[in-house]
């Protein structure tokens, strides 16, 4: 099994940047790619980025791309989301998840005010 733990979430102003982290734990060595995901009140779970163990190679939803930079420390079995120039509608509970066999973190809360 493997354990994923968010943090680094918190109340920000518009145009803050935040820095997501989520630490693996278990059978890390299972895991080919994280991501990250957020869920906003009365929405759906979306995708926001992803990176590949192995190779490096990164993807963003369009909302996160030119903001949001996703970083692996694999040594360190940690996944970092870094957000700059945050907006209101970035609002919501921002989860990680592992692949192929998927886990989920419990989420870590992030409120921008405008």
């Known amino acids: 099994q493997v354990q994923l733990v968010e943090s680094g979430g918190g109340l920000v102003q518009a145009g803050d940047s935040l820095r997501l982290s989520c630490a693996a734990s278990?059978?890390?060595?299972?895991?080919?790619?994280m991501a990250w995901f957020r869920q906003a009140p009365g929405k759906e779970r979306e995708f926001v980025a992803s990176?590949?163990?192995?190779?490096?190679?990164?993807a963003y939803a369009d909302s996160a791309k030119g903001r949001f930079g996703i970083s692996m420390d694999n040594a360190a079995n940690t996944v970092y989301l870094q957000m700059n120039s945050l907006k209101p509608e970035d609002t919501g509970v921002y989860y990680c998840?592992?692949?192929?066999?998927?886990?989920w973190g419990q989420g870590t809360q992030v409120t921008v005010s405008s």
């Open positions: 998840k592992s692949r192929p066999i998927v886990y």
């Open positions: 278990g059978r890390t060595s299972s895991i080919a790619s």
């Open positions: 990176i590949s163990r192995s190779l490096g190679s990164t």
